[in-house]
């Protein structure tokens, strides 16, 4: 058992004893209650003062039980206080609550349900990202490596509908679930989408066929690592140079070019404009290799009069730098109009 709870019962404990022997004082003798509760606080502490009357055998007989009951109680809090002083247990219970409140502040943010091989990865890139997420795990072995590692956690079962709600499932705006078992990860499906239908939820999935189980228990996206690994073990054999790029482009530990998302906003400058006279390409020197329509269609490789909408994402290629000025510029209120004018007086210009 947690030594904090320990010390909770044996002060809850000591506090009835004391309680019953002033009730005992003042029944046994007819004490007024604050000489039967000060005979009961020097009786219980063993300090040696006399009696504050004179007892009867009635009155010794119950404070000799009220001595045995007594020293062993505070016995045993005086012991458990200690081991957690030594065990630095109050660290620990400041810790849990400063994690609690972290917690409750999220918004927006990731639920990663176990924190296994392929948790703790996501976990890394997350991190070094940085997005917000909160991981659900039940392990005590793994809760210690969760500690280490320093990341936001809640320790308790994610199938369980208290134990979502306390990650703030409602303020969420996913969910990974990559627990051990197909099972598990099914229930934990059925149970987020029942929380919060709007949330967006992915899931593993291990053997086949459990990819059609999860989407009917709500996921909108699953991903198997064994389907993934193999076909990319197969891919760096087939097509070695081309599994070198993807690696280059969407690994976080190459910093000379990258690939990423960026999702252009209803509020946006530019949305209406197309690739041309946006100036995407010609202000920052990025490749725009996809546009994700907000209706889900994809068109790949887009030529230069593709027209941008409000809410499509752009998948682009580039150096980190370029595309941090293209997010900063589709970001920014007041730099449409200037760019869109720049562009529109060329516009036969291809990109």
């Not at 606080?41 to 404070?63: K, N, Q, Y």
Request: glycine share 8%; net charge neutral.
């Amino acid at each position: 058992m947690d030594p904090v709870r320990h010390l909770k019962i044996s002060l809850f404990v000591l506090i009835l004893l004391i309680t019953l022997g002033t009730a005992g004082y003042m029944g046994l003798e007819g004490w007024r209650w604050l000489d039967a509760f000060y005979m009961t606080v020097i009786t219980l502490s063993t300090v040696g003062f006399r009696e504050v009357h004179d007892l009867s055998d009635a009155g010794r007989f119950f404070t000799v039980l009220l001595i045995i009951f007594g020293v062993s109680v505070i016995g045993y809090t005086v012991g458990t206080l200690a081991q957690i002083m030594f065990e630095g247990q109050i660290q620990r219970v400041i810790g849990r609550k400063k994690l609690k409140k972290r917690i409750e502040a999220l918004k927006d943010h990731y639920i990663i349900c176990g924190y296994g091989r392929i948790g703790a990865l996501i976990c890394k890139e997350f991190a070094a990202r940085p997005l917000s997420f909160v991981v659900v795990e039940k392990n005590p072995l793994i809760i210690e490596k969760l500690e280490q590692d320093d990341h936001p956690f809640l320790r308790g079962d994610a199938t369980d509908d208290d134990t979502l709600l306390k990650a703030g499932i409602k303020r969420a705006k996913g969910l990974i679930s990559v627990v051990t078992t197909d099972t598990e990860n099914v229930y934990i499906t059925l149970t987020a989408r029942g929380l919060n239908p709007e949330l967006y939820i992915l899931a593993r999935s291990g053997e086949e066929g459990s990819e059609i189980k999860l989407k009917r228990a709500g996921a909108n996206k699953v991903v198997s690592p064994y389907l993934i690994g193999g076909s990319r073990m197969a891919q760096a054999i087939l097509r070695p140079n081309v599994v070198d790029f993807i690696e280059i482009a969407t690994g976080r530990e190459h910093l000379d070019l990258q690939m990423e998302e960026i999702i252009i906003p209803a509020e946006s400058g530019f949305v209406g404009e197309n690739l041309v006279t946006s100036g995407f390409r010609k202000e920052t020197g990025v490749i725009i290799v996809g546009i994700k329509k907000a209706t889900g269609k994809m068109v790949f490789n887009p030529d230069s009069h593709a027209k941008v909408d409000a809410k499509d994402t752009l998948i682009v290629l580039g150096e980190p730098t370029a595309i941090q000025k293209l997010e900063n510029l589709v970001n920014c209120a007041t730099c449409a109009d200037a760019i869109i004018k720049k562009h529109t007086k060329a516009p036969h210009s291809h990109e």
